[in-house]
């Protein structure tokens, strides 16, 4: 099919940014690109980047009731340390897209290095509850900015027809990360634990520093055209032609710089930028408000009614997790990105539905003893689905913002993403209060919201490079 615009037309209706794969797309990226040293060395650093988030995303449930009993610590004071954690994660979100475009990708990466180990080792040697609440956050700001890093950079260095695998892998670590945090977590002191989640960002900081290259798409953007070739070259192999692929960024940058003379934060909101916007911000806000954050805090309460350990249970769910995570990377270059968040969507659906109703059957009697084993099945659905999609919005965003706005545009998302997740997260023991099934039910509803925002506004950018994705919107 040869596409014209960046619209198509299917059944007599305007499909805004639908890409499909294009002949310019499969003519210079689909042939083989040998994986090099360097690139696997690339993408095994990034992936201890979320190894270090994973940890800190799992660390603070198992290691809760050791720091309490060894530190002396109230509850509340732990509350506060947890707290620390969000607010590390909003300073994150203010400057990271900032910081990842002015100073590059691979130094934020050795700045996150930092912070993730100064973090990690204040933890490990808490004395009291000052001490904790500094390493949270340090931990709590480098998170954010992991988030949004690791897939820019992954997109950035990897062929068209690899991208969506790539990315995916951070993903599928990181949940394997969580699941190892908790699971680890019982049956280690809590100092060990913290010193596990240092130990990656030691790794990636030696990587970065001796092995892995600079992104080439952020030094021609900023005119280190030498270097940017020479990177290219070296993640491509020294024997690889890179005269189209170079070329193609280079056309592309000319383009970038033409449009972003005497640019300011406000680009972001010009017309032709509109839809990346609200597909990028659409996309995180609604993963967190169908209740993401929600089940996390509801999961233990569900194996309490089911009778079952609170290990046996997150085994369990951890399980459906690990599969959707692997899914979403072996199937993500091979279906495209919208059918697998059209399918997590749906998932998220189907499992808040199933809370709902087992909610509303414990009302009845003669249920007793189903509802619990449904709403341990509800749970399952629900994160095994989130697992699918949890990272395609990152990754989307990485894709479509040009280049001129990633670093105002990222920071938006970030935003956007904490936010929207603090709030959730504050008011879920509210709406479990006014009407259990009614939490999921409205859960549910935004989920449905989310299958039409999908269908309707997000590109399919599977097959086509960043320069393709982007050109849509800076030739508009």
Known sequence: ??????????????????????????????????????????????????????????YTSPAEYQIIEELGISVVEYSVSGSMMVVGGLVGSLVGGKITEHIGRKRTMLVLDVLFIVGWLTIASAKGALQLDLGMLLIGIASPINLYLSPIYVAEITPSNLRGAAVSVSQLIMFCCIAFTFIVGSLISWRVLALIGATPSLVQLLLTIFFIPESPRWLAKTGKEKEFEAALQQLRGGNADISSEVDEIKEYMETIHNISKNSSILDMFQKQYAIPLIVGNGLLVLQQVSGMNSYVMYTDAIFVSAGISSTTGFLAVASFQLLGAFLAAVLMDRCGRRPLLLAGVIGTCIGSLLTALSFILQGFEGWSRVTPTLALLSVMIFLGSIAIWNGIPWMIIAEI???????????????????????????????????????????ASVSVVAIGFIAKLVPETRGKTLEEIQSCFTHK
Not at 38 to 58: E, H, N, R, Y
Not at 417 to 432: A, D, E, G, K, R
């Open 401 to 443: 913002f040009p280049l001129n706005i990633k670093g105002s545009a990222g920071t938006m998302c970030c935003l956007s993403y904490n936010i929207s997740s603090l709030v959730i997260s504050s008011s879920f023991q509210t709406l479990l209060q006014w009407s259990p099934p009614g939490t999921f039910f409205i859960y």
């Open 1 to 58: 099919m040869e596409e014209t615009s960046c619209c198509g037309e299917e059944g007599g209706r305007t499909q805004p940014l639908l890409l499909s794969p294009s002949s310019s797309s499969q003519d210079h990226d689909d042939r083989d690109v040998p994986l090099t040293p360097t690139f696997l060395l690339s993408i095994f650093a990034v992936a201890c980047g979320s190894f270090s988030t994973g940890c800190t995303i799992g």
